[in-house]
């Protein structure tokens, strides 16, 4: 499989990633943060501007009509830039579903134009993430899924204090069709996508801050410990990074096996991240997870992508029933085949 990204591919990663880093640094992270909505209209109005609420929307309803692929690649984007905004579950995983679901032509419409945001819940998921803000909710009930509103909420703390987060609550709506699987997949691809996108930030301010700290009259990156750590976080975010990419193309064409690639995406990506956090905190003189240093958004990211949308052990135990339980086959014959 060929994971080379296309030249329009490339662009539009440019294009989002010169936005963000103009406009999403540290300093906009710190000032949102004193915010009690943690929330910026005009950074929401310039999302949309850019097109990207209507990224998976189909073209009929004002949408770009582009695929998961392109939405996971700017998924990794937003986590390289902390994004405050609530952009990821709408228009990444929401407006997919939506679109496949059919009738919601209306709904559709809205999300690519920034007046309709809609949270997601599922019961792998602890919280309901951006709740506050949202004008509907796709639920996850009974192995299928409800489109509504919640009557009320119930704030919950985060890790992360950029990351508005609800108890689960009761939606009142209509069914529309699909799978709560395929909800859970597409958010966990998600989850991934932000961890790996986190873990980029992470790793360029380590080497920056291990390029220019001195000790003992040399930068400590010319240290061999200093080094060797950066080089084994490299290592896992760079073999997590095709995986991930593999998985947005299973989940795009709707492969039988979607779920394991899915899982394995989560775990590489976030295994890559939580690592890569420990690491930085490191570098950085164990000072990385104080507020007064720019690494604690990523790191508190990272740590909240990780335990998002199905944790480690539940992953692990997807991947399990599937290869040791012999659900899908596995061997020479079958990966060289």
Known sequence: MDFRLTEDQRALV??????????????????LDGEPTRRSSAIAASLVEMGLPGL????DQGG???GTVEAVLIAIEAGRAGLSEPLIDGAFVAAPLLTNAGGQDALLAAIASGEARVALQHPANPWVADLDGATHVLSARAGGLLIGTAAAQHPADSVDP????????TVAGTPVAGSSDDLLNRAALMAAAQ??????AMLALSVDYAGTRQQFGEPIGAFQAVKHHLASATVAIEFARPVLLRAACAVEHGEAHASVHVSHAKL????????????????HGAMGY?????LHFWMKRAWAMAGAWGDRAFHLSRIDAAVIGGAIPVGPAETFA
């Open 14 to 31: 440019d294009g989002v990633r010169e936005f963000l880093s103009g406009t999403h640094g540290a300093e906009v992270l710190r000032a």
């Open 56 to 59: 998976m929307v189909p073209a």
């Open 64 to 66: 770009l009509g582009l």
């Open 162 to 169: 950029l990351r508005r987060l609800s108890k689960p609550v």
């Open 195 to 200: 961890a790996l996108g986190a873990a980029d």
């Open 268 to 283: 590489a990506a976030c295994d890559a991240a939580v690592a890569m956090a420990e690491t930085a905190i490191q570098v």
């Open 290 to 294: 104080t507020y007064e240093v720019d």
